[in-house]
């Protein structure tokens, strides 16, 4: 629980008689509260105004604030070039826990009394608490994943309940992922601009409340019981998830509002003291590192202490497992707008005894000065590796551009294997390897399927004249932009698929797959999809629309990642020392000889072999050892198996360079010739003790 102090409690707290509200204005001259009319929420039965304290909170009590009471927040204080207020405006609590909207447009805080309160039944079940070497993140939308799935009841489709469905639940446990990460369920809006285009926000990066799940993507009969109900099926989504084994991890914004820029709309933080809640500059006008009209203050204690109670109560409450901070280097600046990894709030997630006992994920970066942050956060936070993404991009398409235009692919296997083995050279060696997030895509860009297909974005559809989204993808067409029935580009392009797959659920460190890629969904070249609330979005699950081969392919990689504890070390290994839960690696080029420095530095260098070995913490462990063989040249080539102390032979787990009904078993010798396809990942399992 949080440290007692002048910031405490804030927002409601129900009583058995009366209700408390404490609300936090540096700068208000005054503040009322409004409770409303069940079912009218134009009508204010009462009107009640609170007391400011020497800390700035204000405070009142109220019969009305009883479970379920409709409110809001009356805000007046001083002009000036920093100041917003308008005591015209009925004002949204920042902590609210429900949301009901008003015909004018505003929003009125719900107050509710905790889910223990109010007879929610966890049953007993527990977080799963998924090992971090043993987490495979699987990266959804609530709405988008289960809309189009005929297995689950169409009222349900598209829901929190349609995600904690038994079709879900299954082809999730199934495909072998541990931890789902959901785009932003926290309450949001549609920003104006796309409101008047007639469009929304789909990803739902626009948060309102940082305390209210989004009432959109309950049931249409949860809804109309209200905020508590939506509530409910949350959390019976995530205790139905957790009863599957499968964390829940939050795509959370703490980085910025809905309220955009300085002549965007006011709901809430604008109103109550746009001078304390914003960032600005000298001169009044918002600094703004998200790309998003605002940033939130997080260099002071009152935006700080809002963070951290979000994150507690959807930890705590909401039994979540989990957060991906979204632009997380804007989280870390100081009160001069530099970013550092020893800011209060960053060290205040971790020092939480609930919040720190969490997974938390740093996107590490933003838009602001110095807003590369990758490998700079603390350690216990986890942090998407874009090195990573572009990295193995780049060495099986772009590379592949290359060679075929120039005969050359440019860059050799050096960089490659670094990234393969965990990232040393980003992150701290006391952090290891699962630091890194590892990911190929996620929902900003394109899906897999399509980093194959297309040269270049094709977001017309979004409204912005095709110049929105990324323009440097490393994708690569295999020569025909988009949709083609050429047998040979369509082999070419799903053979890199494998090859990406393989690559990420093989690798050192914690891996994230963006949903849908594991059967090849396709967005149609639109690499900025986040306007997009149809079919171009959501997943499809008719056999005919799925490629059942890489579903099949997905799944058997991440058996193989969860039965060989050397592909998953915990720490970087040191040369000479056996670090328990660590990898010791040994790199051979195609002739099976030890690599060297002019192997690892030449472009030419296309063939590597990677023979791991895990280092087990204790002797219940087995030991366990692989050989995983990449080439990456479009000819194919022969490789001698390398001879090494212990090493008796070697079994052939996976082949990339066909599906999987046409991968032929094998068993080999050390010191044994083995041809080896075009572009391809061999993974072996090595016979023979330490």
């Known amino acids: 629980m949080p440290e007692p102090g002048p910031l405490r409690d804030l927002g409601v707290r129900v009583g058995a008689d009366v209700g408390r509200i404490r609300v936090w204005s540096r700068h208000a001259t005054s503040i009322d509260l409004e409770v409303f009319a069940e079912g009218d929420l134009d009508w204010a039965v009462e009107r009640t105004p609170l007391e400011r304290d020497e800390h700035g909170v204000w405070e009142a009590t109220s019969a009305g604030l009883v479970p379920g009471a409709r409110y809001g927040l009356r805000v007046d204080g001083p ?55 043993r987490t495979v993140v699987y990266e959804a939308h609530v709405r988008g994943f289960s809309k189009l799935n005929p297995a689950i009841p169409e009222p349900l489709r598209g829901t929190y309940a349609g995600l904690a469905h038994d079709a879900s639940l299954e082809y999730l446990t199934g495909l072998g992922v541990t931890t789902i990460e959901l785009l932003p369920v926290h309450a949001f809006v549609s920003e104006q601009r796309l ?32 905020p508590q109900a939506v509530r409910q099926e949350f959390a019976g989504m995530v205790r139905r998830l957790h009863e599957a084994g499968l ?3 939050l795509d959370v914004v703490y980085n910025h509002t809905a309220e955009e820029g300085r002549n965007g709309p006011t709901y809430s933080f604008r109103g109550i003291d746009n001078a304390a809640y914003y960032r600005h500059d000298a001169h009044g006008r918002y600094v703004d590192t998200t790309g998003c009209g605002n940033t939130l203050d997080l260099g002071h204690e009152a935006p700080q202490r809002l963070v951290l109670d979000s994150m507690r109560y959807f930890a705590e409450e909401l039994q979540v497992d989990g957060f991906r901070l979204d632009l997380a280097a804007t989280l870390g600046r100081d009160s001069q707008g530099w970013y550092t990894p020893r800011h209060e709030l960053l060290r205040g997630m971790l020092d939480d005894p609930v919040i720190g006992a969490t997974k938390l994920i740093a996107e590490p970066w933003d838009l602001g000065p110095d807003g590369w942050q990758t490998g700079h956060f603390p350690a216990g936070f986890s942090e998407w590796n874009d090195r990573y993404r572009d990295r193995m991009r780049d060495f099986w398409l772009g590379d592949l551009r290359r060679e075929r235009a120039t005969g050359v692919a440019g860059s050799g296997i050096g960089r490659f294997a670094t990234r393969l083995a965990g990232s040393a050279n980003t992150f701290a060696h006391e952090r290891g390897p699962l630091a890194s997030v590892n990911f190929v895509t996620a929902h900003d860009g394109f899906t897999l399927a399509d980093l194959t297909a297309y040269d270049q974005k094709h977001n017309l559809g979004n409204g912005e004249h095709n110049r929105d989204g990324a323009d440097h993808n490393n994708s690569y067409n295999h020569g025909v932009e988009g949709e083609t029935d050429d047998a040979t580009i369509l082999a070419a392009r799903r053979r890199s698929i494998r090859n990406l797959l393989g690559t990420l659920l093989l690798s050192g460190g914690v891996p994230m797959l963006a949903a849908g890629d594991e059967y090849g969904r396709t967005q149609r070249g639109n690499n900025n999809a986040y306007c997009h609330d149809s079919e171009l979005t959501w997943l499809s699950w008719g056999d005919g629309e799925r490629d059942l ?9 991440l058996e193989l990642r969860r039965e060989n504890p050397a592909l998953r070390p915990e720490h970087y290994g040191r040369l000479g020392e056996a670090t328990p839960n660590s990898t010791q690696m040994e790199w051979f080029n195609a002739e099976g000889t030890t690599m060297t420095i002019d192997h690892w530095n030449s472009p030419e260098q296309r063939t590597l072999q990677y023979l791991a070995a895990s280092t087990p913490a204790g002797d219940h462990e087995e030991f366990n050892r692989i050989l995983l063989v990449v080439h990456g040249h479009e000819s194919p080539t022969e490789i001698v198996l390398p001879r090494h102390p212990g090493v008796t032979g070697y079994s052939l787990l996976w082949d990339s360079s066909g599906d999987l009904s046409q991968v032929t078993p094998l068993e080999r010798a050390p010191g044994d010739r083995v041809k080896i396809p075009a572009l391809s990942i061999q993974l072996f399992r090595v016979a023979g003790g330490e």
Not at 107 to 130: I, T
Not at 549 to 557: F, G, K, Y
């Open 195 to 226: 409101v008047r285009q007639g469009r929304v926000n789909y990803w739902g990066y626009n948060t309102l409340a940082f305390l209210a799940v989004h009432a959109p993507y309950a049931s249409t009969a949860a809804q109309a019981e209200g």
């Open 247 to 249: 964390e829940v991890v």
């Open 79 to 133: 002009a000036g070039f920093d100041h917003a207020f308008n005591a015209a405006h009925t004002l949204l609590d920042p902590y609210a826990r429900g949301l009901a909207p008003a015909d004018d447009g505003s929003w009125r805080g719900v107050a509710l009394e905790s889910l223990e309160a109010s007879g929610f039944d966890w049953g007993g079940v527990p977080k799963p608490r998924v090992p971090l070497d």
């Open 549 to 557: 081969d890489l579903v099949a392919t997905t799944r058997r990689l």
